[in-house]
């Protein structure tokens, strides 16, 4: 069996098709986890999920940005911008089981292998945040996915305030903090304030500002975080850090990292992906 993790497929179907080729891909012997932004901006979302619902427990997605994005679309909370590509699935004749499974994903997942935990998200982890918590906060977010109050949930989701964590936080605030930080969060400040304007790589972080990755004392400094989300990013490989969002949609990459005997082995495979969007039309 080999573990995987893939990156942003953003509805490049076909990307995420070669690349299941490229590393030999078999259901019933291995485990791909597919790190959020399954759908949206590229060519056949809805051939996306279809592929992920056809291979059960082998296809493990998380939630990002765009797939919320998708969920609040459908349920009215949200207008379709001009850039999106979601109208294979609004329009699908199996629509409502689509956005049926989409629902029941989580927003963070944990595979322990070898001993040693993976923890996967989408964006990033708040610095006070311990593997734990992470994943206890993103269950907040999963029973409300799952629950009939998911369209009340959708309409108060948007937003950048609060900026910071606090666990006093309740109600609509609270998970709209858990939200940015697992779907949205590139850079924030030592004390954890989050930033949602710069879309920069890490080198190019505003004053006051750094990756969430490089805060000072960060509580999973000590946890293999693998994630996506950041294209100007790229292919990032630290000891517990592992960027894999490499910019399919934009024509850069689609990427896996496969697992070897243990999580400190790594290989990178990449398959070429035609362009389907321009940055920052």
């Not at 080999?2 to 690349?19: E, F, M, T, V």
């Not at 986890?33 to 493990?60: I, K, Q, W």
């Not at 950048?160 to 109600?171: K, Q, V």
Request: net charge negative.
């Amino acid at each position: 069996m080999a573990l995987y993790c893939i990156g942003d497929i953003q509805g490049c179907d076909g990307a995420l098709g070669r690349l299941l080729d490229l590393i030999d891909f078999s259901a019933s012997r291995d485990t791909v986890y597919l790190l959020g932004d399954l759908v949206n901006r590229g060519p056949d979302s809805a051939a996306v999920l279809r592929r992920c619902m056809t291979h059960g427990d082998a296809l493990r997605p998380l939630l990002g940005n765009h797939d919320l994005h998708l969920l609040a679309a459908a349920h009215g909370a949200r207008k379709p911008s001009r850039r999106d590509t979601l109208a294979s699935i609004l329009e699908a004749p199996d629509r409502d089981a689509l956005l049926q499974w989409l629902r029941l994903q989580p927003l963070a997942r944990q595979h322990v292998y070898g001993g040693t935990p993976l923890l996967m998200v989408h964006a990033g982890v708040l610095p006070t945040w311990t593997a734990a918590e992470t994943l206890d906060l993103a269950d907040e977010v999963h029973r409300v996915l799952q629950s009939a109050d998911l369209p009340a949930f959708l309409r108060q989701m948007y937003g950048n305030t609060p900026d910071h964590w606090n666990a006093s936080l309740t109600g609509p605030d609270r998970l709209r903090v858990i939200v940015n930080a697992l779907t949205r969060l590139r850079f924030c400040s030592a004390q954890g304030v989050m930033d949602f304007d710069s879309t920069e790589s890490a080198s190019a972080a505003p004053p006051g500002l750094m990756p969430w990755f490089d805060v000072p004392g960060r509580s999973t400094a000590d946890t293999l975080i693998a994630f996506g989300h950041w294209s100007t990013l790229g292919w990032l490989n630290r000891p517990h850090c592992l960027g894999l969002d490499t910019g399919c949609v934009w024509g850069g990459c689609l990427s896996a990292v496969r697992f070897g005997s243990s999580l400190d082995e790594r290989e990178l495979l990449q398959v070429r992906c035609e362009q389907a969007q321009a940055p920052g039309t």
